[in-house]
Antibody
């Protein structure tokens, strides 16, 4: 059974860069049908897609975040990562990693990790 | 503001039927698959409907999805108190730059 587990700091200072990793178990990051992505949810608000990556390294980002986002994959460790730079309080959110079937749907979600941006 | 418009809240009595709408445009809903997600407080969303009207294994047939033109609808019949949750629609938007978009979410209250 597929499981996704986010890891990273729970508290980050404004202007710094957030780094999160998603460990995959129960599937291979090189599965041909799937992309791997990040979605966030500010407290009390709705879902926002951050972007997705294929195991080849091809990426697609939310245009509103594109200048600050970098995603990468590590096929040897079966995990993928998110970097979000120039953080502000507006980036405070629960960050979910996810497996996506092409452009069609999010098939599996991680449990999420709360990131607070504060000095 | 979300590119997909959902009502902020809907409510209905146990045993009744409720529908949740998701309104978009020709660059998203009309020409791409819609999916729906259920989220309980403090937990991750869960896939409820994919590719407009398909249910993953384990999702009861009380939940159904449909689409017509630039709008999609999630219907829930035989409402239970355990269905109280937030529901989100999502699809791909192919305008300007390809990206995934979510509706703003709908809070379902089972009275």
């Amino acid at each position: 059974q597929l499981q996704l587990q986010e890891s990273g700091p729970g508290l980050v200072k404004p202007s710094e860069t957030l780094s999160l990793t998603c460990a995959i178990s129960g599937d291979s990051i090189t599965s041909p049908s799937y992309y791997w992505g990040w979605i966030r949810q500010p407290p009390g608000r709705g879902l926002e897609w951050i972007g997705k990556i294929y195991h080849s390294g091809a990426t697609y980002y939310n245009s509103s975040l594109e200048s600050r986002v970098t995603m990468s994959v590590d096929t040897s460790r079966n995990h993928f990562s998110l970097r979000l730079s120039s953080l502000t309080a507006a980036d405070t959110a629960v960050y979910y990693c996810a497996r996506l079937f092409g452009w069609n749907y999010v098939s599996t979600w991680g449990q999420g990790t709360l990131v607070i941006v504060s000095s | 503001q979300s590119m997909l418009t959902q009502p902020p809240s809907v409510s209905a009595a146990p045993g009744h039927k409720v529908t949740i709408s998701c309104s978009g445009t020709s660059s998203n809903i009309e020409n791409n698959y819609v999916s729906w997600y259920q989220q309980f407080p403090g937990t991750a969303p869960k896939l409820l409907i994919y590719e407009d009207n398909k249910r993953p294994s384990g999702i009861p047939d009380r939940f159904s999805g449909s689409k017509s033109g630039t709008s999609a609808t999630l219907a829930i019949t035989g409402l239970r108190t355990g269905d109280e949750a937030d529901y989100y629609c999502a699809t791909w938007d192919s305008s300007l730059s390809a990206q995934w978009v979510f509706g703003g979410g709908t809070k379902l209250t089972v009275l």
